[in-house]
C-alpha cells in the first residue's frame, strides 16, 4: 500500500517573456484585470502586505522577483543581496499570488545593460537618494518600464517607504502614457516602529535595537512642523539626533509630498524623508504631514 499525496499547486512560477505573456493574454481574454507587485525577493511582511493590497485591485495577482543590476551603484551591495526564491515562493504562493515571474539578467538585459535603452526621469531622480546614489533611479525607471510592458497589469502596486521610487514610477507612467494604475501602499513597520525593509537583514543585534530610532526622530520633527521652528532648524535638529542615536545620516528633508520640491514656510501636505546608515545599513523611512494654519 503506498498513500498518494496531493499537493495543489496554485502559483505558476515562469522564468521567460514569453510564458509570462502567454498566460496573461489567457487571462486577459477572460476579461480578468490584473495586479502587479514588483520585487526585488527576500520578502518580508510589507511585501505580503503588497500582494495582500493587490487582491483588492486585479482578478490576477502577478508578482516578479528580480534582483536588478542596473539599479545597484558599483560599491552597493549587488553581490550580497539575500536571494531567497524558494522561501519566496512558498510565502507568495501561500498569499494567494497567481503568477510569479522570476527572470535572470539575460533575460531582461539580453544586450547587456550597457547598451540597455535607458528611461530617465530628469530632476526626482537626481535629489535625495538620487544624489547619493548616482544612476539608481534610471536603473530602476529602466527595469520597471520593462516589467510594465512585459506584464501589462491593469494596476500596479508599490510601498511608500520608497517613496521617491513611487514618484518617479508614476511620473514615468504619466509621461509615456503607460496605460497602468500605480498604486501606493503605507509603509509597513515592525513592532518597534522600524519600516520593514529587506536591507533590514544586514543589521547586527545592536544596531536592531538602534534602527527604530529612525522613525522615532522623524516623528519628532513631523510634531515640531507647524509649531514656530524653521524647516531648516527642524532638519538640523533630526540630523544631530540620527548622530547621537548611531546613525551616520546621509539626508533629512522636508519637502513638497506632491513633488518633492523644497518646501517653503507655508502650510502643504509635506513629507519628511530621511535616509542613514546603521554599520553597513542603509536605512530608509519618511512620514507625511499635513501642516494646516492654527
Ligand atoms: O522596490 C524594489 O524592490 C525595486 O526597486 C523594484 C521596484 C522591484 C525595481 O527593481
Known amino acids: 500500500m503506498f498513500k498518494v499525496q496531493w499537493k495543489i499547486i496554485l502559483m505558476i512560477t515562469v522564468h521567460q517573456i514569453n510564458a509570462v505573456r502567454a498566460q496573461i493574454k489567457t487571462w486577459q481574454r477572460l476579461e480578468q484585470t490584473i495586479a502587479f507587485v514588483p520585487t526585488m525577493g527576500n520578502l518580508h511582511n510589507g511585501h505580503l502586505e503588497l500582494v495582500?493590497?493587490?487582491?483588492?485591485?486585479?482578478?490576477?495577482?502577478?508578482?516578479?522577483?528580480?534582483?536588478?543590476?542596473?539599479?545597484?551603484?558599483?560599491?552597493?551591495?549587488?553581490?550580497?543581496?539575500?536571494?531567497?526564491?524558494?522561501?519566496?515562493?512558498?510565502?507568495?504562493?501561500?498569499?494567494?499570488?497567481?503568477?510569479?515571474?522570476?527572470?535572470?539578467?539575460?533575460?531582461?538585459?539580453?544586450?547587456?545593460?550597457?547598451?540597455?535603452?535607458?528611461?530617465?526621469?530628469?530632476?526626482?531622480?537626481?535629489?535625495?537618494c538620487g544624489a547619493s546614489r548616482p544612476g539608481h533611479f534610471v536603473g530602476v525607471a529602466t527595469v520597471v518600464c520593462k516589467?510594465?510592458?512585459?506584464?501589462?497589469?491593469?494596476?500596479?502596486?508599490?510601498?511608500?517607504?520608497?517613496?521617491?521610487?513611487?514618484?518617479?514610477?508614476?511620473?514615468?507612467?504619466?509621461?509615456?502614457?503607460?496605460?497602468?494604475?500605480?498604486?501606493?501602499?503605507?509603509?509597513?513597520?515592525?513592532?518597534?516602529?522600524?519600516?520593514?525593509?529587506?536591507?533590514?537583514?544586514?543589521?547586527?543585534?545592536?544596531?536592531?535595537?538602534?534602527?527604530?530610532?529612525?522613525?522615532?526622530?522623524?516623528?519628532?520633527?513631523?510634531?515640531?512642523?507647524?509649531?514656530?521652528?524653521?524647516?531648516v532648524q527642524i532638519e538640523e535638529q533630526a540630523r544631530l539626533a540620527l548622530i547621537a542615536a548611531g546613525f551616520k545620516p546621509n539626508y533629512v528633508s522636508i519637502r513638497h509630498a506632491m513633488d518633492l520640491t523644497e518646501a517653503g514656510p507655508d502650510d502643504g501636505d509635506l513629507i519628511i524623508l530621511a535616509a542613514a546608515y546603521l554599520g553597513k545599513a542603509r536605512l530608509i523611512d519618511n512620514i507625511r504631514v499635513y501642516v494646516t494654519s492654527q
Open 52 to 128: 495582500k493590497q493587490a487582491h483588492q485591485y486585479g482578478q490576477k495577482v502577478v508578482a516578479s522577483i528580480f534582483v536588478n543590476p542596473m539599479q545597484f551603484g558599483p560599491s552597493e551591495d549587488f553581490l550580497t543581496y539575500p536571494s531567497t526564491l524558494e522561501t519566496d515562493q512558498q510565502i507568495l504562493e501561500q498569499v494567494g499570488t497567481d503568477l510569479l515571474f522570476a527572470p535572470n539578467a539575460d533575460t531582461i538585459y539580453p544586450y547587456g545593460q550597457i547598451v540597455q535603452t535607458r528611461v530617465e526621469v530628469p530632476e526626482l531622480s537626481d535629489i535625495l
Open 147 to 231: 516589467l510594465l510592458n512585459i506584464v501589462q497589469p491593469d494596476v500596479a502596486i508599490f510601498g511608500e517607504k520608497d517613496f521617491q521610487q513611487l514618484l518617479i514610477i508614476s511620473r514615468m507612467v504619466e509621461d509615456l502614457n503607460l496605460p497602468v494604475e500605480i498604486v501606493g501602499i503605507p509603509t509597513v513597520r515592525e513592532a518597534d516602529g522600524l519600516a520593514m525593509s529587506s536591507r533590514n537583514s544586514y543589521l547586527t543585534a545592536d544596531e536592531r535595537n538602534k534602527a527604530p530610532n529612525l522613525y522615532k526622530i522623524l516623528q519628532v520633527a513631523a510634531q515640531n512642523l507647524g509649531q514656530g521652528i524653521s524647516k
